[in-house]
Nanobody, 126 residues
Framework: QVQLVESGGGLVQPGGSLRLSCAAS????????MAWFRQAPGKEREFVSA????????FYSDSVKGRFTISRDNAKNTVYVQMTSLKPEDTAVYYC???????????????????WGQGTQVTVSS
């Protein structure tokens, strides 16, 4: 069982930046594709970004492309998302997710991921 723990959320003003981290509990982290999703109140969970197990391929939703950067440090079993130029519409609970299959490609849909963190709140407000 993979355990994922997100951190780094908080309150930030519009135009500000935050970096979210997701630490995984297992050494096989470096063979799993990872992703970030978010869910705003009253809305469905939506894809934000994904990264391949090797880190060589990254994917972004149109709403965050150019503002967010996903990365991973396999030595630390951690995936990050650097968020810049934050907007009020970025306000949501952000979730980290991992695929169950080793060396499976990164995916853009929530049902492709089997392990989820508890989420971290990001609030963008002045």
């Amino acid at each position: 069982q993979v355990q994922l723990v997100e951190s780094g959320g908080g309150l930030v003003q519009p135009g500000g930046s935050l970096r979210l981290s997701c630490a995984a509990s297992e050494r096989s982290f470096n063979s799993r594709a990872m992703a970030w999703f978010r869910q705003a109140p009253g809305k469905e969970r939506e894809f934000v970004s994904a990264i391949s197990w090797s880190g060589t391929s990254t994917f972004y939703s149109d709403s965050v492309k150019g503002r967010f950067t996903i990365s991973r440090d396999n030595a630390k079993n951690t995936v990050y998302v650097q968020m810049t130029s934050l907007k009020p519409e970025d306000t949501a609970v952000y979730y980290c997710a991992a695929r169950s299959g080793f060396y499976a490609p990164a995916a853009l849909t929530a049902n492709s991921y089997d392990y989820w963190g508890q989420g971290t709140q990001v609030t963008v407000s002045s």
